[in-house]
């Protein structure tokens, strides 16, 4: 699908990864009167996203299932599983076919979990299609990072018995000033975008575990960014050079720089005896955490 072989050394992946950071710090949460009312992002929404799920930036070395030809969007259940809850981090790099609604956003996140199927869980004003028969609910909240501010909306999809993703249909009434009640439905080609972002998260989430990834923890934000050993070598590579102004500012763009700087070098790193330790690097406030490839919690 990504023709991108490392992101890293895309020339905007410093300022994408920075502004997720920053982002997790926003305050301001742009009401979206778009949206039905107990589905439009709050600021302890997202703040109980985020203590929920950190956001998994993909690698750019991943490949994932395109639509069928028909346009179904099938999930290889079977193979590849369906992750229980997480959240992917989305640009324009890491996923070339994404779409957003808000033209205006730098990147998207979308977090997601399963949830049961009565009413209790789904509200009232989420309509079901009947065909294909859904057996598994998820909820989705999609939050636009934008530059003054985050806007973000809920929504719904359901999986097929053979792993097709289905959005749910929005139905909001308003009443008119002659005192009609008029019927909104989410327009097609939102629900088939829903549906997309969804197929797309499902299968970054389930593909994660065959990954390596590393997490960086500032404060109270962290981001995941998926890697390869590579990144991995370039990690111990910048624990060892001096900081700049900028990297005590952010030290994951210290971590992004030694990187390229280490390719273009040809240096090589021994990284074995520090995969058999905690494998947790520390740089100037920042918690670099490397995770192997393994068995992903967020399946079950």
């Not at 939102?190 to 960086?216: E, G, M, P, V």
């Not at 981001?223 to 900081?243: D, H, N, Q, W």
Request: aromatic share 12%; with cysteine.
């Amino acid at each position: 699908m990504n023709e991108i072989s490392d992101l890293w050394t895309n020339e905007e992946f410093e300022d994408f990864v920075v502004r997720g950071i920053v982002s997790q710090y926003e305050t301001k949460i742009k009401k979206n009167r778009g949206a039905y009312p107990s589905d439009r992002l709050k600021e302890e929404k997202f703040r109980s996203l985020l203590s929920r799920d950190t956001p998994y930036v993909p690698s750019g070395t991943r490949d994932i299932l395109a639509p069928a030809d028909d346009g179904r969007l099938l999930i290889d259940i079977v193979n590849d599983g369906v992750p229980s809850r997480g959240c992917v981090f989305f640009n324009s790099d890491n996923c070339p076919e994404i779409k957003r609604v808000s033209k205006s956003s730098y990147a998207t996140m979308f977090f997601f979990k399963r949830i049961d199927s009565g009413s209790r869980h789904i509200p009232k004003h989420w309509i079901r299609f009947d065909e294909p028969i859904q057996k598994n609910f998820f909820e989705f909240w999609q939050v636009d990072c934008q530059r003054e501010a985050v806007e973000g909306e809920r929504f719904f999809v359901g999986l097929s018995h053979d792993g097709e993703v289905v959005p749910l249909k929005g139905r909001a009434v308003f009443q008119s000033g002659y005192g009609q009640n008029i019927e909104i439905y989410t327009p097609h080609n939102q629900l088939l975008i829903n549906a997309l972002n969804a197929f797309h998260a499902f299968q970054f989430i389930a593909d994660k575990r065959f990954c390596w990834s590393i997490t960086a923890r500032e404060q109270q934000a962290s981001i995941e960014l998926g890697c390869t050993r590579e990144e991995v070598k370039s990690l111990l590579y910048a624990r060892s050079l001096p900081v700049t102004d900028s990297g005590r500012k952010r030290p994951i763009l210290h971590l992004v720089r030694a990187h390229k700087r280490r390719l273009k070098s040809g240096i090589e790193v021994d990284i074995e005896p520090f995969l058999r330790g905690e494998r947790i690097v520390e740089i100037n406030g920042t918690t670099f955490i490397v995770n192997p490839p393994e068995k992903n919690a967020a399946f079950g």
